[in-house]
């Protein structure tokens, strides 16, 4: 019979414990809460400096296989710009983006009517527009500083981009007031930071997926590359703490905390076994010389 | 109807979650399986989304309705043909002109942002003056950066021998690209756990209904 590798065994072992130590606190929520940092409150700031009326550009450059981390971030938004008036353009770098703003706008919008069934919702092409997905990152943006209907010449609807209200005022990314990307890679939050702000100064904040976020971090800087960053489920969660309520990202950290917990342990335990192991070998090796 | 779909979707999607974690026990035909149709499905959604979302839209919807005055599209069809002709063993050294085309054009153009958002802004961002703030939170980070970046870039200068006085800084630097790595890897396993996260909240919430 053939053997099974003891390390096999091992990593299952550690496969059904971080399982378990995820599934386990979403079953029975912990009640860990988490604080807003720097990086967080400075994208709420900017929302927050931003007058009603003015349209806004949240793009939406992801993909469903990063929603955990990006969507409820995209909600936290949407809602944050309505609640101030702003009129919410969506765009789309990646080809799935568009699905992803439908999808978001709509979450918001059932959210809203629930909170308050009298309340006037916010109507689409009015206080908000999805222009759907183009090609092209660092180009397309470009296009948009120069006249912002040669780019998007209808909606993903395929109203023309002159028949939307929302639009009327709207000839160029200059008179955009911030633009907030959800990036979860290439085109993305690099390309707007690089053009948007780089060559036509409009703020620019984004929102990442965790593996991408120290890489952006060096934007947020005295040179205000980038007014804020939203790094992962964490500042998700930090964001929709802002907004004074529990979503989604708020009720991940539980289970996220508990396998950071793990992991430190894991990494620990992996340490003092291999630090173990060196020294036996050691002692075994002058055994043998000696 | 819908529902019976919007039911089915949600066993399919489970049914594939669930055989593509069964790799982490081992290789089996059933992840294999998941694997294949991810491939496929993933290409073929490529290729229809490029026709309707790009090609019709931006190309022969323009071309069909006013030939004469969308002729410059003719150009980049022409182009994109060329690269097409990859496939044609022949005539595959036609597909060096879009290609040397494309790569000259997108970084003539990234060039200067580049260069001004990824080096002289942050330059400029290193050039502060740490004992201008009040914090003394504020002090040591922004003089913890300096020496961080002088130290990090130096440790990049192979030009010279790293030996003698020139052994401390970098060092330091290596220090500090240490620490750097060490928080990438914290958000990166922030990152894979909410993935794993997303996929059992589906399987918790939208199949098994065992949390609201």
Partial sequence: ?290 | MANFMTTFGIWLAAFFTLSIFSFLYKDNPFYKFAEQVFVGLSASYWLVYTIYNILIPNLFNKLGTDFRGNLILLIPMILGILMLLRMVPKLQWLSRYPLALMIGTSAAMSMLLSFKSDFLSQMAATMVNPFSFSSPVDIVGTILMIVGTLCGVFFFYFSKKQEGFFKVPSKIGIWFLMVSFGASFGYTVMARISLLIGRLDFLLRDWLHIIK
Avoid: C
Avoid at chain 1, 93 to 99: E, I, R, S, T, V
């Fill in chain 1, 1 to 290: 019979m053939k053997k099974v590798d003891r390390t096999v065994i091992e990593r299952r072992i550690v496969f059904l414990i971080l399982v378990l130590a995820v599934m386990l606190p979403m079953l029975f929520p912990l009640g860990l809460k988490t604080q807003s940092t720097p990086l967080t409150q400075k994208v709420y700031d900017l929302i927050e400096s931003v007058p009603t009326g003015a349209p806004v550009i949240l793009s939406f450059d992801y993909d469903p296989s990063v929603i955990t981390e990006i969507q409820p971030m995209a909600l936290a938004l949407i809602e944050h710009a309505w609640k101030k008036g702003h009129k919410v353009i969506a765009t789309a770098m990646w080809p799935q983006g568009p699905q992803m703003a439908d999808r978001a706008f709509n979450e918001v919008k059932e959210k809203l009517a629930e909170q308050n069934p009298e309340a006037e919702l916010p109507e689409y092409g009015k206080d908000y527009v999805n222009l759907g997905y183009k090609p092209g990152g660092l180009v397309t943006i470009q296009g948009m500083g120069r006249n912002m209907k040669a780019i998007f010449p209808s909606d993903i609807t395929g109203k023309k981009y002159e028949e939307i209200p929302l639009l009327e005022k709207v000839r160029t990314l200059k008179d955009i007031r911030y633009v907030i990307s959800l990036s979860a890679g290439d085109p993305g939050l690099r390309d707007w930071i690089m053009t948007a702000k780089g060559k036509f100064n409009v703020p620019v904040a984004g929102g990442t997926t965790a593996v991408s976020t120290p890489g952006f971090l060096p934007y947020v800087s005295d040179q205000d590359q980038l007014h804020g960053l939203l790094g992962g489920l964490k500042s998700a969660a930090e964001y929709e703490l802002l907004m004074g309520y529990e979503g989604d990202a708020s009720r991940g950290m539980n289970p996220q905390s508990v396998a950071h917990i793990l992991i430190l342990l894991l990494i620990l335990f992996g340490n003092i076994r291999a630090a173990r192991k060196r020294k036996a070998d050691k002692l075994a090796l002058e055994e043998n010389n000696g």
